[in-house]
């Protein structure tokens, strides 16, 4: 009788094929996390939902923050309070992010992630401008050497950039 790897990873234990079902690390796209939390969220109606904490994963909440996509955010460092540096590796840094919901329906429908690791979606300021005309209400998440911006800053400031995600 066969059984898939995850059958097997889960009789005979994760580290024997290499299974490693949880989420220890941040060896995954961060941005993806974000956005499929997110989603989740809103599917689900959770006003609050607890995210890791990375630079990455800060810089796109932010931008979700100023464009309206979420109400707010806030950062909270859990651990202990002692300066020794063997401490500091103990302490966990998590992000809590309150959803936009009006009288219980979400004010934006979903947030699609468009770039993924293996495949970059980069674009020049003229398709830019195009992209501008056709997408209506949306708003186009870029990676730019200024930052993750939204397409709108990214044409007041004359630059392109990676497609991160769209957000409708």
């Given at each position: 009788m066969e059984t898939s790897l995850t059958g097997k990873a889960l009789d005979f234990g994760s580290n024997e094929y290499g299974f490693d079902p949880r989420v220890s690390s941040m060896r995954y796209n961060s941005y993806a996390y974000v956005v499929n939390h997110l989603n989740l969220a809103i599917s689900r109606k959770k006003l609050r939902i607890k995210l890791k904490y990375t630079r990455k994963t800060h810089q796109l909440v932010k931008t979700l923050f100023t464009?309206?996509?979420?109400?707010?955010?806030?950062?909270?460092?859990?651990?202990?309070?002692?300066?020794?540096?063997?401490?500091?590796?103990n302490k966990k840094t998590w992000m809590y992010i309150n959803t936009v919901f009006y009288k219980q329906t979400p004010f934006f429908k979903s947030l699609r992630l468009v770039s993924t690791p293996s495949k970059?979606?980069?674009?020049?300021?003229?398709?830019?401008?195009?992209?501008?005309?056709?997408?209506?209400?949306?708003?186009?998440?870029?990676?730019?050497?200024?930052?993750?911006?939204?397409?709108?800053?990214?044409?007041?400031?004359?630059t392109g950039g990676t497609i991160l995600c769209i957000a409708s």
């Open positions: 464009i309206g996509y979420i109400s707010n955010y806030i950062v909270i460092t859990e651990g202990s309070n002692s300066s020794n540096i063997t401490d500091n590796f970059k979606h980069t674009t020049t300021l003229k398709a830019l401008k195009v992209i501008n005309l056709s997408i209506k209400s949306s708003v186009v998440i870029l990676s730019t050497p200024y930052g993750i911006i939204d397409h709108r800053e990214a044409l007041r400031i004359g």
